[in-house]
């Protein structure tokens, strides 16, 4: 039972433009959630964060949405560079703490110059 | 500052042996994490020890286990291996009584294939 879903496993966008990555989950008692981004052979990074008491959370060009009431967060990337090109995770936790993570299964985003 | 180390980057295996992954977290991290990057699976919660101790830990059998030892650098065991346990096995650490910590710090993983 997935409950973390990135359900589009690959983006292609072009440089300069907006990336939009997408993730829904199922469980209501996720109030913490976190993208990481992930390039070959090394370990995911962490990259923007959002606790379920916003909607919104920026940081440079980095943007996460949150609608609670339908259980979708979004990753905004703008403008997107060739180095934005990686896996990114969306991960969920029941607490602000986040010792217990779940991950969704990734979206690769291709950068097209 | 060195980040999370994991060894051996790469492990064979056979079915029925055991492998023993290890890792060293960051310098002062007392907490560590590990998860196991199965394909179509995203990133699976297995185990989490803090100050030696196992603290929580996901939906796996028991032939997964683990340690952690008073320098904070952890081991995780498979018994029995599985054909399905072939997955790359990430480590995180972070500072566990930090509540404004917000991220785990990952290694690179070590890559197990169980043949």
Redesign the interface.
């Known amino acids: 039972d997935?409950q973390?879903k990135?359900n589009s496993p690959s983006l292609s966008v072009q440089e300069g433009r907006i990336s939009i990555l997408n993730c829904d989950y199922t469980n209501s008692m996720f109030d913490y959630f976190?993208w990481?981004k992930k390039y070959p052979?090394?370990?995911?990074?962490?990259l923007i964060?959002i606790s379920s008491i916003k909607d919104k959370n920026e940081d440079g060009r980095f943007t996460v949405f949150l609608n609670k009431s339908a259980k979708h967060l979004s990753l905004h990337i703008v403008p997107s560079q060739p180095g934005d090109s990686a896996v990114y995770?969306c991960?969920a936790s029941e607490d602000?703490?986040?010792?217990?993570?779940?991950?969704?299964?990734?979206t690769r985003l291709t950068i097209i110059p | 500052e060195a980040g999370v180390t994991q060894s051996p980057t790469h492990l064979i295996k056979t079915r029925g042996q055991q492998a023993t992954l290890r890792c060293s977290p960051i310098s002062g991290h007392t907490s560590v994490y590990w998860y196991q990057q199965a394909l179509g699976l995203g990133l699976q919660f297995l185990l989490w020890y803090d100050e030696g101790e196992e603290r929580n830990r996901g939906n796996f059998p028991p032939r997964f286990s683990g340690r952690q030892f008073p320098n904070y650098s952890s081991e995780l065991n498979v018994n029995a291996l599985e054909l399905e346990d072939s997955a790359l096995y990430l480590c995180a650490s972070s500072l566990a009584n930090d509540r404004d910590q917000e991220t785990q710090y990952f290694g690179p993983g070590t890559r197990l294939l169980v043949l």
């Open positions: 997935q973390v990135q976190l990481y052979a090394e370990g995911p990074t962490f964060s995770f991960a602000f703490g986040n010792e217990k993570l779940t991950f969704g299964t990734g």
